[in-house]
């Protein structure tokens, strides 16, 4: 282990040299200090650093719920990836068939990932502080894509200038870390022992997200870089390289991942000019939101000063003050009578407040919702027994034209993060990716009982069958929020109602989240179904059976009457010879 003396004299790597130039650049452009201010006024530390004495501060938190709305909108929607054929490829229904099984095979990964979940917190991130960013790696051990979510202050970008991530020159991720785990991976990775040894402790937290909580750690911490870049790979191709680094020592050598996009992407609340982070709802909202809390306090101060009546009373006549304020004390007063009590304690009148300052704080918090897009109509404030929920959506759609942009980022930001995971599927799956579709079929058991099965159907899809993919992304957006589900259930009701639909279509065009209980109405629908299917089985057998009970009563008809013809032969043969042996005779 190296001792003091030895650290010293070691000298940075490059990646950590390139990684302080990009923190001295976000340093001016106050991208930690503003980071930091942000999530304070989202969480409600809105009086930082003033100096109140033993005042209590009063907060009237109005960028919380504008910020929770706003997320609020763009998470009343699911999105689902869509894969298809390129243009030249749209023809070949082979093709088709495997983007239809990879959408569904993505969708997969975002649920086993719990992806949209992490995105959940991408949209908070993006909406309290300009951006929120996912990082993407493949687990050779689990053969799986994983998601993890990166602090704006954790990532450099090469060109902060541009938000276009495919377009950076680099980008750098910063890592907090165990020494010993960074050690371990060293090991692995092949590197050398006087360089594992390079692998120290360090207290470069400072501009770590939320650095407040990590100040005192318990385990030695190193930071770790992940230095990503572009650069060809011999064949004419660009493909994505990296290597980590910590302060003194290389953690891995120059790796190509073979990947052709960063396995990186970012989503901006609203795109500014210059910079590759663009700004948030927050930032806009602090100087109304400290007026606001400022204008609160004044009128308090103000009440407690002189809305209140205030005891006054002359010290020289009052033997024992303290009882002034106690209840049904008694006053000890020099003098000769009540009404020399009377002239010794006495009440100044409270003063009325001017309303002034009322209006000023209703108007800004009004103001600032509203001018927000976030008012009592937008967030859904509405009493909803005397509205419609088509009406509803109808007033909140329009209220939420001004955040079109921001649906539209995200939008673009799913399709890139689906293009990296097709990239990575592409690249990773050396020995090629079993999909799966699923089938409904219909099994008769040995009474002739017949059910319903889903059997999964697989399709074996060889590197090169990936490769030869080249897929369009969308994503295919369905609102579900409380009043676009009301609305939904109310005029499938209708259809029901007036016998334009039958039961089972009205069970199946339920949404999933319904109010109504969906997968119950699916089991009567099924359970209806199957015993009709068992009657019309049953029947069927029944219908066998009569009609060979049938054909054996034919064939002993048949059977009496060939008899019957037989006896009447004999019989007529009888009478024959009689007839021949009288004229005989």
Request: glycine content about 6%; hydrophobic content about 35%; aromatic content about 8%.
């Amino acid at each position: 282990m190296l001792d003091n003396e030895q650290i010293i004299e070691l000298e940075p790597t490059d990646v950590w040299n390139q990684y302080q130039k990009c923190i001295d650049y976000m340093r001016t452009k106050g991208i930690f200090a503003g980071t930091e201010q942000n999530e304070n006024f989202f969480h409600g530390k809105q009086w930082e650093n003033a100096k109140l004495g033993d005042m209590k501060p009063i907060v009237i938190n109005i960028i919380k719920p504008i910020v929770k709305y706003k997320i609020g909108v763009i998470n009343a929607r699911s999105y689902s990836v869509v894969f298809t054929p390129s243009y030249l490829q749209s023809g070949d229904e082979k093709l088709n068939k495997w983007c239809e099984l990879l959408s569904k095979h993505v969708d997969r990964i975002f649920e086993m990932q719990r992806l949209d979940r992490k995105n959940r917190i991408v949209v908070k991130d993006s909406c309290v502080n300009s951006e929120g960013i996912m990082y993407f790696y493949y687990d050779t051990t689990e053969n799986e894509i994983v998601g993890e979510i990166v602090d704006k202050n954790n990532i450099c970008y090469g060109n902060e200038a541009s938000s276009d991530i495919q377009s950076q020159p680099f980008i750098i991720i910063a890592f907090r870390r165990p020494v010993t785990d960074v050690k371990e991976e060293a090991e692995a990775q092949g590197m050398k022992k006087e360089e594992i040894e390079k692998i120290v402790a360090d207290e470069e937290y400072r501009e770590q997200a939320g650095f407040d909580g990590i100040e005192q750690e318990t385990t030695p911490m190193c930071l770790v870089l992940l230095k990503l870049y572009k650069k060809e790979n011999g064949k004419g191709v660009k493909t994505v390289h990296f290597k980590k680094s910590t302060m003194y020592a290389e953690v891995t050598k120059e790796i190509d991942t073979g990947l052709k996009l960063y396995p990186v992407e970012h989503f901006i609340w609203e795109d500014l000019k210059g910079s590759a982070r663009g700004i948030g709802e927050v930032e806009a909202n602090i100087p109304n939101q400290i007026e606001i809390n400022k204008t609160e306090m004044r009128r308090a101060i103000a009440v407690k000063q002189s809305a209140y009546p205030k005891m006054a009373y002359n010290t020289q006549y009052i033997k024992n003050r303290d009882a002034l304020h106690q209840t049904g004390a008694d006053i000890q007063v020099e003098g000769s009578g009540v009404d020399d009590v009377r002239k010794q304690v006495g009440y100044l009148n409270a003063t009325s407040m001017s309303a002034d300052s009322k209006y000023l704080l209703d108007e800004l918090i009004n103001y600032t919702q509203n001018f927000a897009g976030a008012g009592d109509n937008a967030s859904g404030n509405i009493d909803v027994t005397k509205t419609s929920a088509k009406a509803i959506i109808a007033v909140q759609e329009a209220q939420q034209q001004p955040l079109n942009e921001q649906l539209y980022n995200y939008k673009d930001y799913l399709e890139s993060v689906a293009r990296i995971c097709l990239d990575m599927l592409q690249n990773y799956s050396v020995n090629g990716l079993v999909l799966a579709d699923e089938e409904e079929q219909q099994v008769q058991d040995e009474n002739g009982m017949i059910t319903s099965q889903t059997v999964p159907e697989l399709y074996s899809l060889s590197y090169e069958d990936l490769n030869s993919i080249k897929a369009n992304v969308k994503i295919e957006i369905t609102p579900k929020s409380a009043y676009d589900k009301m609305a939904v259930e109310q005029s499938l009701d209708n259809l029901l109602a007036n016998q334009l639909i039958e039961f089972e279509e009205y069970v199946n065009a339920l949404p999933y989240d319904s109010a109504m209980p969906k997968k119950k109405l699916e089991e009567i629908v099924k359970k209806r179904k199957q015993t009709q299917e068992n009657i019309q089985a049953m029947q069927n057998m029944a219908n066998e059976q009569m009609g060979r009970i049938s054909a054996l009563l034919g064939q002993q008809q048949q059977y009496e009457d060939m008899k019957n013809i037989a006896n009447m032969k004999q019989q007529g043969q009888a009478q024959i010879r009689q007839f021949q042996n009288a004229i005989g005779g």
